[in-house]
């Protein structure tokens, strides 16, 4: 043990009796030559304690130096090691052993003489500490010692213990909360009250299921309840998975139609449920009708009655239509406000035509109507016939008027703002992508200059503008055109720039010709994963389960099981996630069917790469550990 007279410099005993010098600042270990001078050892009353006066008699001391200290005979005595030996500051009742070197409850050190750790520690002898005389106890604590704060004030609450948890493979999680125990004392302390301490308790292994909620976690039950793996699947026959997935996505549009009935989801929350909505119906569209997109027959029919739940119109709506022709009225003039009327019903009426893909009776209309730009834009995309019919009734209307029929006839003036007439009349032009300029076309004044009309800054897209993507795309789906897909395209990107990712994507789906569906990181890629956008995408449940049920439609329209490169990561992810929440043998599963993607793939891939594949076989061989289960 150190005996120290200098913070810097120790002295130590050997084995032999020989007293030895260590300077820790130089690191050198000699023996000490006692000086010349000398000077005899006084008895100290005050520390008379620490002193055993019988082995320390005045007959037996020797002359030396008052910095050197007495042979190990005469040193002082330590405290016995069995009696506990409080703690050196006022504000902790914490008891320590006697060789303790900071104090068991407030960590503060017991002494201030250096306890370091010397080669006289390896010592077989043991030797007593000693402390000069006329050296002052307090000489070597710390300064900072004085101005601590008392431990209930300590900014870390030490004395209040904490919490400990430790996660484990498999949902497991190992729990220690500490608990309050009462301790009684008999020396210095008052016997009547007890001191109250934070104290370990017993480690307890819990389920992170469990601990998050259970099946009342939306987590958790949407993880149970999906029924997934859907591709590669060895546990049902393709029959059977087909059916078990429909009756899921039933299930969740009945969730979805119960938030779009709830009253406290309004504006834009209601808007995102409805596109969210919209968009899981056409997955299941893609999964039950046979075909695909853009043929024109039952798949886009089926498309189409998702958007706008439109019928053709009967009989009696059409002679109500054209019971009386325009050019039969003998009515005065409208007033501004019945003219304004008058225009928003016939060009309601008109474009119900064309939401049916009626073009034939929407040209019909138009003439009945005296609508003739509008009946020959649209006749122009119908067929040769038609276009020259409605260029002959123009010029018999227009170009042979009597002058009774100008007395007698009535005019109005049909305006309006009509998105997606615009967008389809564009198209019928041949604007393709461009042409999806007039969805967001306002009524911005211009401000004439030297170079022509100037617009003024643009005013943003209004909600409610976004709020007419549905009967744009309607109308475009039902009045095919060549470059129809492109338009689609461009819709979704205006509006994904405006965060409706769900209405987005919606476009991107029915255009897969000029929407490319890869992986994030891929030049050109409109979407990754379904219904989710941004960096955190593989934390949406909903998407990841959308996306695999997606990868799933498109399988259908294929002769054999394909699956997508660029999906399987995300699965493994997920896979990740469900062994966090205990789901090992779900987990397990999907490490079976994503190896099955991999060597059903004959394509080189860049996301199937060896990293990938490592990771994949490492966390197989986990599962397998935890579960107990061979892979197949």
Known sequence: QWIAFDPNQH????????????DPNTNLDVDYQYPGTTEEYQFDPQYAQYYDQNAYAAND??????????PPISRMLTPRPDIPQPCPHPACEGENKARAKFCCECGRPLAGISR?????????????????????????????MESSPPEAQHPLKRSGGCPLISFGFGGKMCVMFPHTVQRFTTAGYDTSAPIIKKMPSAIKIFNLRDAVGGDQDSTVKSMSSFVGPVLFDAKLSAKAKKKEVLAYMDKRLADYDALLSDASNNGHALDDIENKTLLWKLVKVLIEQEGSLGDNDKMDAAVRGLLWPVTATTAEEDNANFSVPAYGQANPALTEGEDADYSEVVL??????????????AVDYAVQEDMWAHALVISSCVNKELWKKVTSEF????????VESKQTRVYHNVMGDKQALRVLYALFAGSGAGSISEFVKTSDKHVTSHYGATPTTPSPVSVDQLRQWRETLLLILANRTPRDVEAITALGDILKAQGW????????????????????DAPHVRFTILGADGSNISKDLDSIHLSELYEYALSTKQATISSLPFLQAYKLVYAWQLADYGFTSLAQRYCEAIAGAIKANTKRTPWMHRQFVERLEEFAEICEISSGNSLS
């Open 11 to 22: 002295y130590y005993y050997d084995e032999q009796g020989q007293l030895h010098f260590y």
């Open 61 to 70: 001391q020797v002359a030396r130096s008052s910095t050197v200290p007495p």
């Open 116 to 144: 370091s750790t010397t080669p006289a520690a390896h010592s077989t002898q043991s030797f007593l500490s000693y402390t000069p005389i006329n050296a002052d106890l307090r000489s070597y604590a710390p300064t900072a």
């Open 348 to 361: 309601n009426k008109l474009q119900k035509f064309l939401e049916n893909g009626d073009r034939e009776g």
């Open 395 to 402: 010029i018999e209307r227009e170009l042979c008027a009597t």
């Open 501 to 520: 990712i769900e209405a987005a994507h919606f476009c991107y789906v029915v255009s897969p010709q000029s929407s490319l569906h890869s992986g994030i």
